[in-house]
């Protein structure tokens, strides 16, 4: 007897190859002897969008764009196998590459696998980004020590210098301090290439929010001979995003743009809202299947040329380095855009300007209550009781205790958590707790922890400088301040009096 003729085993062959398709991350369907489409999973309907539906019984070579669709269809039929075919696509959406592959099955049939080049890119990226935010975590901790020594000591040289310092002496640490926040600036870049930055994001009205930006640039960037336009939707959507990275984005490209327009042109910033039925490929970014909200960026400057557009985004490449280019511009504003939920896409010819796309998630909350203004600063509280200063790091400890006992603090110094657990065992009860966040043996967040076991609601100042490290913590705990390395004196003292000013 054939096998064909016994139904309940036909249906339990079907339901086995509909569960293997499920179980494969990629996008597959299940052919008949014909190359005919048995059965599909949700990674092919996804990859293809609501409008290219997958019907049983159609040809496979109808998964394909209409000019692959003759070798698709050689291929299917025994013909030799493509490198690369890319999806079918709406008009109007870029066509997915995929790299196809077919495996032979009993009775003729076979499995088809459609491999999205996009997933190997993005899983190289994700472990470049993975080595580069370990190494940019632990440049950011050593560098940031480093740095704050150097400004607490270029802080301190001018104060000893007296209320009229020689011109010459004010001048060389004015260039020291200038170095060393050039430092922790290329530390802050890093971060956000790696995606490792602590944002503060809520909802912004980002039509609003490009008219602030403008403004500003209409003062500070644009040179003569550009002009700016607005080309803003009607009506206007919210986004989620820090505000001041989202500045920090439209700022680095407007400064792009300006640099390439050496002649002269137009700089345009718009709004707007995009629908994508199935996934986009772009460069740096492949955009997924959803409703975003577009920002836009362009310029009518000469263009980016074809063999250098997909290198803009690496990190330490330029094009500009006897201007002074570090190559970190376009690595970091694409990280901030990723961090934030959203992707870029640039577009680019020759002689035809060059256009970047922002797309991030649409959101339907209304917005946020305005902020209330800061209150003007008024003098530093001394608390009842010593300060608690918890650092691994000598010159730090030294440069820390020797600025809050000028501000008039009583200080008790730790070198490392479980000495300063040790002294609050013997009676110490401080009236605040600065530490820093990763140290030898017991880390910052868990010295802050413990100790508040025993004394509830002790004020805790977090130092670090590698602002990752306590996300965890301003999560946990909602009364913990932190303070990011690299740090001058006074901007130590004034986080400390932020944290025991009287409610």
């Given at each position: 007897m054939?096998w064909?003729?016994f139904?309940?085993?036909?249906?339990?062959e079907?339901r086995?190859?509909q569960?293997?398709?499920?179980?494969?991350?990629d996008?597959?369907?299940?052919l008949?002897d014909v190359?005919?489409i048995?059965a599909?999973?949700a990674?092919?309907?996804?990859?293809?969008g609501?409008?290219?539906p997958?019907?049983?019984?159609?040809?496979?070579?109808q998964?394909f764009?209409a000019a692959?669709?003759?070798?698709?269809?050689s291929w299917?039929?025994?013909?030799?196998a493509p490198?690369?075919?890319?999806l079918?696509?709406?008009?109007?959406?870029a066509e997915q590459?995929?790299?196809p592959?077919r495996?032979?099955?009993?009775h003729?049939?076979s499995?088809?696998?459609?491999?999205?080049?996009?997933?190997?890119d993005?899983?190289?990226?994700a472990d470049?980004?993975q080595?580069?935010?370990t190494?940019?975590?632990?440049?950011?901790?050593d560098?940031?020590?480093?740095l704050?020594?150097?400004?607490?000591?270029s802080?301190d040289?001018?104060?000893?210098?007296?209320?009229a310092?020689?011109?010459?002496?004010?001048?060389?640490?004015?260039?020291?301090?200038q170095?060393?926040?050039?430092?922790?600036l290329?530390v802050?870049?890093?971060l956000?290439?790696?995606?490792?930055?602590?944002l503060?994001?809520?909802?912004v009205?980002l039509?609003?929010?490009?008219?602030g930006?403008?403004r500003?640039?209409?003062?500070?960037?644009?040179?003569?001979g550009?002009?700016?336009?607005l080309?803003?939707?009607?009506p206007?959507?919210?986004?989620?995003i820090?505000?001041?990275?989202?500045?920090?984005?439209?700022?680095?490209?407007?400064?792009n743009?300006r640099?390439?327009?050496?002649?002269?042109?137009r700089l345009?910033l718009?709004?707007?809202?995009?629908?994508?039925?199935?996934?986009?490929?772009?460069v740096?970014?492949?955009?997924?299947?959803g409703?975003?909200?577009?920002?836009?960026?362009?310029d009518t400057?000469p263009?980016?040329?074809?063999?250098?557009?997909?290198?803009?985004?690496?990190?330490?490449?330029?094009?500009?380095?006897d201007?002074?280019?570090?190559?970190l511009g376009?690595?970091?504003?694409?990280?901030i855009?990723r961090?934030?939920?959203?992707?870029?896409v640039?577009e680019?010819?020759?002689?035809?300007?060059?256009?970047?796309?922002i797309?991030l998630p649409?959101v339907?909350?209304?917005?946020?209550?305005?902020?209330p203004?800061?209150?003007?600063?008024i003098?530093h509280p001394?608390p009842q009781?010593p300060?608690l200063?918890v650092?691994?790091?000598a010159p730090?400890?030294?440069?820390?205790?020797r600025?809050?006992?000028?501000?008039?603090?009583?200080?008790?110094v730790?070198?490392?958590?479980e000495?300063?657990?040790?002294l609050?065992?013997g009676?110490l009860?401080?009236?605040l707790l600065?530490?820093?966040?990763?140290?030898?043996?017991?880390?910052?967040?868990?010295?802050a922890?413990?100790?508040r076991?025993d004394?509830?609601?002790?004020?805790?100042?977090?130092v670090?400088?590698?602002?990752?490290?306590?996300v965890?913590?301003?999560l946990?705990?909602?009364?913990i301040?932190?303070?990011?390395?690299?740090?001058?004196?006074?901007g130590?003292?004034?986080?400390?009096?932020?944290?025991?000013?009287p409610a």
């Open positions: 054939k064909w003729r139904p309940w085993r036909r249906q339990a079907a086995l190859s569960a293997v398709l499920d179980g494969l991350p996008a597959a369907a299940w008949d190359g005919c048995l599909s999973n990674a092919l309907r996804q990859a293809l609501p409008a290219q997958v019907r049983r019984r159609m040809p496979a070579s998964l764009a692959d669709r003759t070798a698709a269809l299917l039929q025994g013909g030799r490198g690369q075919l890319r079918a696509a709406p008009q109007g959406i590459p995929v790299l592959h495996i032979p099955l009993p003729g049939e499995l088809l696998l459609l491999r999205q080049v996009a997933s190997r993005n899983a190289a990226e470049r980004l080595t580069l935010g190494l940019a975590g632990g440049i950011a901790h560098f940031n020590n480093l704050t020594v150097v400004l607490g000591a802080e040289a001018l104060r000893l210098a007296g209320p310092p020689d011109p010459a002496l004010a001048a060389e640490l004015a260039q020291v301090r170095a060393a926040e050039r430092g922790a290329l802050r870049q890093l956000a290439y790696a995606r490792q930055q602590v503060a994001p809520r909802l009205e039509n609003g929010a490009v008219e930006i403008a500003l640039l209409e003062r500070t960037v644009l040179r003569q550009v002009t700016l336009e080309a803003l939707d009607d206007g959507r919210q986004v989620l820090d505000p001041s990275q989202l500045d920090r984005v439209v700022m680095n490209l407007a400064m743009a640099q390439a327009m050496q002649q002269g042109g345009q718009g709004t707007g809202r995009l629908v994508l039925l199935s996934a986009m490929p772009g740096p970014d492949t955009v997924p299947a409703r975003w909200t577009v920002l836009e960026v362009a400057g263009g980016i040329p074809a063999d250098i557009l997909p290198r803009i985004f690496e990190p330490f490449f330029t094009t500009r380095i201007q002074g280019g570090t190559g376009l690595a970091t504003v694409h990280g855009v961090q934030s939920g959203g992707y870029m640039v680019s010819a020759a002689g035809q300007g060059t256009r970047f796309r797309l649409r339907e909350a209304p917005p946020e209550a305005p902020r203004t800061p209150q003007a600063a003098p001394v009781g300060i200063l650092e691994d790091e730090l400890r030294r440069l820390a205790e600025a809050l006992g000028r501000a008039g603090h009583e200080v008790v730790a070198e490392d958590a000495s300063a657990l040790e609050v065992a009676g009860v401080p009236a600065v530490s820093d966040v990763a140290m030898p043996g017991m880390d910052g967040v868990a010295l922890q413990a100790l076991r004394l509830p609601g002790l004020p805790v100042l977090l670090s400088g590698y602002a990752n490290a306590v965890e913590a301003q946990a705990e909602a009364n301040r932190y303070l990011a390395k690299p740090y001058s004196p006074s130590l003292v004034d986080a400390v009096a932020e944290q025991i000013r």
